[in-house]
């Protein structure tokens, strides 16, 4: 390739620029996270004396242990059953392809683009007939349904471009539609359920609008959700609140970080097939 | 809607594919999705033609809801701000990505863009509620925002721009540019590494600059990019919820007032359900409306 010399540091110091600006809200708000509580720093200052004790002190305050614990619950509820059911009818819209397939799978199409503002009115008063309200199954339920749409056409996109003649050869063996589906699908759609699975996963932790319309205490809501209770309480003692949100951050941080690649590749096909 | 089971055993034979069992599969997926979004969405609309405070009885009111919406300047505002978002939260992010992504184009394999890969996801991996703390406090009054400006002088300008009636909008509307930037860079960067790199050698040898090489090449062969990129940032402006509720709870006034937050005051706070279902059809109509177009404009350039 024929690239200038001139262009590539200009690519490189735009590069810099665009990582700096990225990052750093984060490290402003590390930097604020060490100041004294109470106290109003201005910028980005190295305090005098560090506050280690701040992050401490917004661990007990947020009560991380318990949201973590709740926020795994949640994730535990949302996630494999949103795979399983996923999988099942991305591979009947995809493969099985059943008289009248095509309705049902514009169906969800469509309910790609749905903003859950449209509906999270009557979702809370059907959540309170159910008796679910404050319970995390108000948060579960409804994220379950609301993820089919995105889960049933990703899957949908795997199974499409698997080869017929894995049936045919499949069936010849004998094997009804349940195994073909269970000993021969599943198994080689390996990589399209791991990026869909850590997609969920993100988008579960991150839900902020179920988890305050639908449950009141903070400890048996989503991460995000506690957040936002957490700025609430404590919204005053600026060096606190940062420290709170940088703990609230480090579980998806880690994870990020540890599965960066998967990551990446997952969300940029998210955002190309949804 | 589903017919699970349904003489499958008759049609299997004849059709090998399985014929109905489908719908078996499918059934679990189809009772959630329409237990939980469909029959909610559905009660929206109906909802939308009453007025209900969410615990009396309820009064048919016909398209008064609507009537109000268009009328009150107050509600039609909000739809007015969402439109407004989709500058920061759509424009600046896809023309920014793609004047970054050409510009990188060159390096993109070297271990800096390597690394930028990885830190330019990172507002894509946290909450938005997150985001949206960590700004309220660069652009408060005594932020790093106000700093820098000081610090090159321009310390006049310094305010607190989440309160300035006149910043506000803006102000929120730099939180989600931040936060989606990044997401469309390395989307545009995916895309450009598929074209042809003859293509840029073919130009190059008959004397084009990178300004030509830019619109006659990258931009065309990153068509469908570009509508990915415009589909998913014009949903994050036009539904904005998270970022809003933490910045700026809607005010100063009603100056930062979107549809999503909107629609929860309306239905949890003011106990207006009927009012709150009508703008929440209004945007479910809104992005189905923006996003369709986009759509066929995508399809056409890949096919």
Known sequence: MIVSRRETVIGRVLLVLLMAVTVVPFISLFVTALHPAGTYPSGLSWPESPQWGNFAHAFQAAGMGRLLLSSGLIVLGVVPVSLLFGTMAGFAFGHLRMPGHRIGFVIFLLGLTLPFEGIITPLYYQVRDMGLLNTRWAIILPLIGLFMPFSVVWMRAHFATMPEDLSEAARIDGAGTWQLFRRVHVPLAGPALSSLAILLFLWTWNQFLLAIVLVDDPAKRTMAGALGAFQGQWGTDIPLLCAGSLLILVPTLTIFLIFQRRFVAALLQGSIKG | ?303
């Not at chain 2, 939980?36 to 929206?44: C, H």
């Not at chain 2, 023309?95 to 800096?112: K, N």
């Not at chain 2, 990885?118 to 997150?130: D, G, N, S, Y």
């Not at chain 2, 321009?154 to 936060?179: C, E, H, N, Q, S």
Request: proline letters at 5%.
């Open chain 2, 1 to 303: 809607m589903s017919h699970p089971g349904t003489g499958r055993r008759g049609t299997r034979a004849r059709r090998p594919r399985g014929a109905w069992i489908g719908w078996l599969f499918a059934a679990p997926a189809i009772i959630v999705y329409a237990t939980f979004v469909l029959r909610p969405l559905l009660l929206t609309v109906q909802y939308s033609f009453y007025d209900w405070n969410g615990i009396g009885a309820s009064t048919w009111v016909g398209l008064d809801n609507y009537r109000r919406l268009v009328t009150d300047s107050e509600l039609f505002a909000t739809i007015l701000h969402a439109f407004e978002l989709i500058l920061f939260f759509s424009l600046i992010p896809v023309l920014l990505g793609l004047f970054v992504a050409a510009t990188i184009r060159g390096i993109a394999q070297s271990r800096l863009a390597t690394v930028a890969r990885t830190v330019l996801f990172l507002p894509q991996v946290i909450p938005l509620v997150a985001a949206g703390i960590m700004w309220s406090w660069l652009l408060s009054s005594t932020g790093l925002a106000n700093e820098l400006l000081s610090a090159v002088g321009l310390g006049g300008l310094t305010r607190a721009w989440l309160g300035d009636f006149g910043t506000a909008l803006p102000a929120v509307g730099v939180i989600g540019a931040w936060v989606l930037v990044g997401l469309c860079t390395l989307l545009l960067l995916a895309g450009m590494s598929k074209i042809d790199p003859a293509l840029y050698e073919a130009a190059r040898l008959d004397g084009a600059g990178p300004v030509r090489e830019f619109r006659s090449i990258t931009v065309p062969s990153l068509r469908q990019e570009i509508g990915v990129c415009v589909t998913v940032t014009v949903i994050a402006a036009l539904a904005s919820f998270d970022i809003v509720y933490v910045a700026t709870q809607g005010g100063p006034g009603n100056r930062t007032m979107v549809p999503g937050l909107e629609i929860y005051y309306l239905a949890f706070s003011e106990r207006e359900v009927g009012m709150a279902s009508a703008l929440a059809v209004a945007l479910v109509v809104l992005v189905l409306a923006c996003v369709l177009p986009l759509q066929r404009f995508t399809r056409d350039g890949s096919r």
